[in-house]
């Protein structure tokens, strides 16, 4: 049967929330009267997932990766203990908190109970469990292995989600810097600048051209503040918009991966994330072309993944994988060196395991090199700045001394 979401008022006028099975959306309302609750609103978990899949501009179009996580262990270790799917499933509903993901789940269960796969019930949440997710746990159940390979996806949303946390834990500090050194300076040609300047336009007196410079600038910034945030944010919105033509965001991503630092993280972010992708899919019998366009969609650099689009037609015609991703020249040669091992040794998943592993470690020294010149380099900028607007402000105070001398 159905999940099913209601919303229903108890005999005491209090409001209900909760999940509950049931064969229609009449039936649910007859179960939920029988238990002395008035519906207000009962909604197919499945359909409504399905409408905000669909919709173009969604919050929550998807469960976190914490979530997906979270889930994916819970039910590689019941089915590792042997309970039934069924029950593993609904034991995972019952444990989760969140009622997105219970109902999710819930879902998921039920087309179980109807007699089709895991992997079925998993298609019916695309927004949930991504492609590489669903297509692992299809060659599971084929292969009847599907408890080991609940235990390697398991592992892989878990590493999956530790590499995105430390890449958005090492952002948090030059952004926060960023943003303080940009309120600071605001501050100070918006607010302290003009107070102290008002003294030396009194004196009728030449001032040097430092102050000049900083007095046209704080004049500009109060004056027309608003239309320099306005452009600004028109700029940034006209760059979102140039990035939705492909050939601008390839050409883009292109440009990014030739940075010196940013091009190195988003380089290694994107290998480790297809050599971990690719590492699964081998280890879960899936084969050779589906896993390589599988692990090109988890690649967000758009030459990146049209080198491994490009490396899966060559892998067809019968070439090596290592010599066909070799040729666009993206990949680290440490990672093209691995893979072509483990082809020629026949441990083409250790390999890549193996090569993901070094691909995240070294992206999180260069992650933690970047974070420790970022910080001190904008320091310094910012510094810069109030120098220069310190400097400004004493320039006329000591011409003023000189000429009382």
């Known amino acids: 049967m159905p999940a099913f979401e209601y919303t229903a008022v108890d005999p005491s006028g209090r409001e209900r929330r909760g999940l509950i099975e049931g064969d229609t959306p009449r039936h649910v309302r007859q179960l939920l009267r029988e238990q002395q609750l008035l519906p207000l609103e009962v909604s197919e978990v499945e359909a409504r997932e399905a409408r905000r899949s669909a919709a173009r501009f969604s919050f929550r179009r998807g469960i976190s990766a914490t979530d997906l996580s979270l889930v994916t262990r819970q039910l590689a270790t019941l089915s590792r203990s042997g309970l039934p799917l069924e029950e593993a499933l609904l034991a995972v509903s019952q444990q989760t908190e969140k009622p997105r993901v219970q109902g999710i789940v819930s879902g998921v269960r039920a087309r179980v109970i109807e007699g089709r796969s895991l992997a079925d019930g998993l298609g019916a949440f695309p927004q949930a469990f991504p492609e590489i997710y669903r297509a692992t746990v299809a060659a599971g159940e084929q292969s009847g292995r599907l408890d080991s390979v609940l235990e390697r996806l398991a592992d892989y949303t878990e590493n999956r989600q530790v590499l995105q946390s430390r890449v958005r834990n090492a952002l948090v500090y030059p952004v926060l810097l960023a943003v303080v050194s940009l309120l600071i300076v605001s501050l100070l040609l918006g607010y302290v600048v003009p107070e102290v300047v008002n003294v030396f336009r009194a004196g009728n ?34 760059f979102r918009r140039w990035l939705r033509n492909p050939d601008a965001l390839r050409r883009w991503h292109r440009f990014v991966l030739g940075l010196p630092i940013v091009g190195a ?11 971990r992708t690719l590492s699964i899919l081998t280890a879960s019998a899936v084969p050779v072309l589906e896993a390589l366009r599988i692990a090109g969609e988890v690649v967000s650099n758009v030459p990146m993944r049209e080198a491994v689009l490009e490396a899966a037609v060559k892998v067809r015609e019968g070439a090596p994988i290592a010599r066909s991703l ?42 933690n090199t970047a974070v420790n010149i970022l910080g001190p380099g904008m320091i310094l900028v910012m510094g810069g700045f109030v120098l220069l607007i310190v400097l400004a402000l004493l320039l006329p105070i000591f011409e003023l001394n000189q000429l009382v001398r």
Request: aromatic share 10%.
């Open 326 to 367: 070799g040729a666009s020249k993206l990949y680290p040669p440490m990672l093209i060196h691995l893979i072509a091992s483990g082809e020629t040794s026949g441990e083409l998943e250790t390999m890549l395991d193996r090569a993901a592993t070094n691909q995240e470690r070294e992206m999180d020294g260069i992650v």
């Open 205 to 238: 007196q030449q001032l040097p051209l430092l102050t000049r410079v900083l007095i046209a600038l704080s004049d500009g910034f109060r004056e027309w503040w608003w239309l320099i945030f306005g452009l600004a944010g028109l700029a940034w919105y006209g």
């Open 265 to 275: 993280v988003v380089r290694g972010v994107n290998a480790a994330r297809f050599a």
